[in-house]
């Protein structure tokens, strides 16, 4: 009897060793969304500084600064050291960039902007639990995607339009994902919104298309989404039922398609020499 309650004790005894172990997002997709909106934001830039390196790990770390940050909102009755501290540490370093590259160049101060309003948004979300809604996955897409604008300005030292509509892309290419992986779950397996959604898209990269803000090749990177969603409707039963890692590379390949295809398309024929 007293070995087992010694036992029991030890497994009730907090662990005061855990809050040393890093904490990184589990999301793996998110990494992907975040160097490819960056690569075609340094691709548009055409030229790669230390701004652009610094304006990398600045967005690196503001991604890994959400994670503990959500987590805790979601623990609400009890403060976990772990997260505050990784949290406060990754996001101490991605504002400590931030302030290094607008003394460099002021105008990403709208970056930051959004960005912040954004994680404000997410924060709210997830303490209604509404965090899965396709509202504010869609902002999440949103934030990672000003990774390209942020890569571009901070490379440049200004923002273009079509930075801008390289945003707008890279957010809308992303973001059809949400509507093709609710395929899987019965209760949103309705196409219809997919569709919708895609349609819609389409006629706003077109509308940025013919407003001069993207070339022809980058705004038909996002035919990319539409082959896919073409795809997943001439299989749509094995999308359903098959096993989520091969769903996850299934996306994955489209999604290295779209970026090599958005980022190539806005390389000049020879790169500038160093």
Request: overall charge positive; glycine content about 4%.
């Amino acid at each position: 009897m007293v070995q087992l309650s010694t036992i029991a004790s030890k497994k009730n005894r907090p662990n005061l060793h855990t809050w040393y172990r890093p904490t990184f997002s589990p999301e793996q997709g998110v990494l992907l969304v975040l160097g490819g909106s960056f690569l075609t934001g340094a691709a548009l830039a055409q030229e790669w500084t230390s701004s652009t390196t610094l304006a990398l790990i600045c967005a690196f770390f503001a991604l890994q600064a959400e994670h503990p940050l959500v987590v805790q909102i979601k623990q609400r009755s009890s403060w976990k050291p772990r997260f505050l501290i990784w949290g406060g540490l990754y996001g101490s370093i991605a504002i400590a960039i931030a302030g290094w590259l607008y003394l460099q160049t002021p105008c990403l101060l709208w970056i930051y902007g959004i960005a912040i309003a954004a994680l404000v948004a997410d924060s709210i979300a997830v303490f209604k639990r509404k965090q899965k809604s396709i509202f504010n996955e869609m902002i999440g897409f949103l934030a990672i995607c000003l990774s390209a604008p942020l890569a571009y300005t901070a490379t440049t030292g200004n923002i273009s339009l079509t930075a801008i509509a390289m945003w707008i892309l890279n957010t809308l290419f992303f973001s059809s994902a949400i509507f093709t992986l609710k395929l899987r779950k019965q209760k949103t397996s309705c196409p219809i919104p997919g569709i919708i959604y895609h349609s819609t898209a389409t006629l706003i990269i077109l509308a940025i298309y013919w407003c001069n803000c993207l070339n022809l090749i980058t705004a038909l990177s996002f035919g990319v989404a539409l082959v896919k969603l073409a795809a997943i409707a001439l299989k749509l039963d094995w999308y359903r039922t098959t096993k989520f890692y091969f769903v996850a590379i299934f996306e994955t390949r489209f999604a290295l398609i779209y970026i090599a295809i958005a980022a190539i398309s806005v390389l000049p024929a020879h790169l500038p020499n160093a």
